[in-house]
């Protein structure tokens, strides 16, 4: 049996304090069947693309690292059901918008760093319980919000996609609107120019 064959039957894989600072490129060749993985306590300042394409993946611990984001594939992962990205402190200060796209997921812990607005599509975590945010700077949502539990912070986060887009499609349609009467009056001038160079001078009786 060839080593990567013997990988890629692995279901689960523990890589702790081992002070990895980061993670193979391509890391789903190996470990394409890989269901749990913990990378927490090493010095990983990133995760490759490629975790998107291990659709096996429901259980993700990556806490107490030195993340500085998470790659825009994280949204592939639709079994993800576990996320632990807590005590990455300072390093970590935003996610993408992906992240709203793990509607399997039901439990996040997001606590112990930077972290001042939750990505707008965060109210599409339907299936989501448990929510740990405490010691980030907060903003979005503001911490009353956050006080009142998991639910709160998805209806709000929700609300705010809603308008967000409501905005957004107004603010469309205003500049297309602008854009008709832009080319009406450069089509009504032209027409004009041209049709009253056809005529010369009118000349009226005094």
Known sequence: MSTTHRFWSLVGLDVSFKSLSYLPTHLARYLGNLQRLRIQLNKTRSLPPSIGEMSSLWYLDAHFNELGGLPDEIGKLKKLQFLDLSNNFTKLRELP???GELTDLTELYLNNNEICALPDTFGRLEKLMILKLEQNPLVVPPPDIVNQGVEAVKAF?????HDKLEEEERKSSVEGNEDVQAGWLTCSSSWLKTHA???????YPV
């Open 97 to 99: 918008n992906t992240l």
């Open 157 to 161: 986060m929700d609300i705010r996609l």
């Open 197 to 203: 160079s056809d005529y010369g001078p009118v000349l």
